[in-house]
């Protein structure tokens, strides 16, 4: 069993006492006025470019990264990495084009532009959806890899962590997304900083198995030691091809599943909601910056740990105990080799992350059914101090559904995966339905209400193609879940096209969204840090492809 000294503890109570203590004074400045569900889920023109940035990636970045994308990087290496860049690209095409229309049009929720541009049956369909994807696969995952990172450091066990990291993001979130917002700062500084020192960790070690000392030939040796590992695509026949289809770079599935999770998820773009439109496109292109850097932090340590595992140091801790290696063990086994004190600020790093991830997530959660749900069905005339406090309950609720799931995700491999490829069987439905929404008026809502009811159908079909396949004697090979993106969005985009078409409702169709060309202009600053971020990819890109 692992355990932290004194001196760990002390870090991590530091780190404690600052967020909690900072959440509390931030609580209470606003506890002086009426706080209204403005305020509580949006905090409405009181959060800053650098606070909006920070959010973004706090509310993202979680133990699905420190120990999925970590345990994906031992498996696969650094072609993981798409996910964090293309973020980055697909940020910057969100804050040009989505965003303005959130704004122009006053949106607080995502189900509310579904109401307002199509209908409440559209918009109630994907409510659920969201609600249900949101706590049985988002915040089970993350709750989950939180517990088994945090019981391996520190020896505390899993049903103990799931409560205690539950009961830390529900004060957090009970605060409103003011407090959520300016503690996240905090715990960006805080995951950065301690996901460094992992990796210099990593790569110390690494430079020990060649005689050196140097963190940077231990990167040089990284790359010698796992040629396989520093590549962005893989070709048809790879072993990981499966996983993350070379082509799905190019030809749309990384695009539609950062475009849909960037663009048109509630715990992602509530963080801009609030802003005027400068302050949230600053926001979002310092989140942009900051997507560059995660694979540093997160992906390096997993391959370090690879090549640790081939030449014997990590071999019997990265196996359980009929002998099968573990990816997503490789995070917790370079924390425990951390030195006193050390060990501390990767356990407040790794915390941090978690509770940042999980108030984010359980605030959206709590937004969509508040707002969304149990006003427009059940209490109508709710006063704002009812409907937060049923938003407050809505969290407790959440968490407890997840605290009883958790458990049943051991049996998985790479839960990073799990939560891309589950995620991914709305996405593609989502987003032809937010895509369409924006930018053609002729879109209707049975078009819209077709899409959202078959979308999962659909996804399902294609998930067991094979065996589908095998009912009439044609054998098929299984389809790997980013192509199953595609082809689901090219199927829903082109049901939509001609139901829109042959409805009559689309010749005179009011759409209830304003969209103004004027609105997608930008500043020359913007510009600037655009083209330095998209010239960075492309270095990337060359370099490792």
């Known amino acids: 069993m692992n355990h932290l000294a004194t001196a760990d503890y002390v870090v991590f109570l530091i780190y404690f006492i600052i967020v909690v203590g900072y959440g509390y004074w931030i609580y209470q400045r606003r506890r002086q006025k009426q706080l209204n569900t403005t305020d509580f889920f949006l905090a409405e023109g009181s959060l800053t470019w650098w606070a909006i940035g920070a959010s973004l990636i706090a509310s993202n970045i979680s133990a699905e990264h420190f120990i999925g994308m970590a345990g994906s990087g031992f498996a696969m290496g650094l072609a993981i990495s798409s996910y964090e860049w293309f973020a980055a ?21 995502m189900p509310q532009f579904l109401a307002q541009r199509y209908s409440d049956t559209v918009s109630t369909i994907l409510a659920v959806f969201w609600l249900v994807v949101y706590v049985l696969v988002n915040l089970t995952s993350i709750l989950y890899l939180g517990a088994i990172a945090i019981e391996s450091l520190v ?7 799931t409560i205690g990291l539950a009961i830390f993001s529900i004060f957090i ?20 900083f301690g996901g460094l020192v992992v990796t210099y960790l990593a790569l110390d070690l690494v430079a020990q198995e060649t005689g050196t000392t140097s963190v940077w030939n231990g990167l040089l040796s990284l790359r010698q030691k796992a040629t396989g590992h520093f590549h962005m695509f893989f070709p048809k026949g790879h072993p990981q091809y499966d996983v993350l289809p070379g082509m799905a770079l190019v030809t749309g599935g990384m695009w539609l599943n950062n475009l849909y999770y960037w663009g048109c998820n509630q715990y992602i773009v509530q963080r801009a909601l609030g802003a005027d439109l400068k302050t949230a496109r600053s926001g979002i292109l310092f989140a942009a910056f900051l997507k560059l850097m995660i694979p540093l932090i997160v992906v390096i340590p997993g391959i370090a740990a690879y090549v640790l595992y081939q030449s014997g140091p990590f071999r019997a801790a990265m196996t359980d105990a009929s002998g099968v290696v573990k990816p997503d063990h490789a995070y917790p086994v370079l924390m425990n080799l951390l030195p006193v004190g050390m060990k501390g600020l990767a356990f407040a790093a790794l915390t941090a992350a978690i509770v940042a991830s999980l108030a984010g997530k359980c605030n959206s959660i709590s937004t969509i059914f508040t707002l969304d749900l149990y006003k427009k069905y059940v209490d109508k005339e709710a006063s704002e101090r009812k409907l937060v406090n049923v938003g407050r309950w809505a ?43 924006f930018f053609w008026k002729r879109a209707t809502n049975r078009a819209a209400l077709t899409v959202a009811i078959l979308t999962l159908p659909l996804s399902t079909l294609l998930k067991f193609w094979p065996e589908v396949m095998s009912l009439v004697n044609i054998q098929a090979d299984p389809i790997p879940f980013l192509h199953r993106t595609t082809w689901v969005f090219c199927i829903d985009v082109l049901l939509m096209v001609l139901i829109s078409l042959t409805d009559p409702a689309s010749h005179k169709n009011d759409t209830g969204i304003i969209v103004d060309r004027q609105m997608f202009r930008v500043s020359t600053s913007f510009v600037v840090g655009s083209v330095g971020i998209f010239s960075i990819l492309a270095v990337l890109y060359t370099v490792f492809w």
Do not use: W
């Not at 697909?90 to 949106?107: E, S, W």
């Not at 979130?173 to 950065?192: P, S």
């Not at 049943?408 to 032809?432: K, W």
């Open 89 to 109: 690209a697909t940020l910057i095409i969100v804050a040009v084009f989505f965003i303005p229309i959130y704004l122009r049009n006053h949106i607080y929720t």
């Open 155 to 161: 020896g505390i066990s899993f049903t103990t962590c």
């Open 173 to 192: 979130t009970l605060g409103g997304m003011k407090v959520i917002g300016y503690t996240d700062v905090i715990q960006v500084i805080v995951l950065i």
């Open 395 to 437: 969290v407790i609720v959440s968490f407890a559904i997840a605290i009883g799931l958790a458990p049943l995700l051991r049996s998985l491999d790479q839960v990073y995966q799990y939560i891309q490829e589950y995620t991914n069987f709305i996405t593609p439905g989502i987003f032809a339905i937010f895509l369409l929404g």
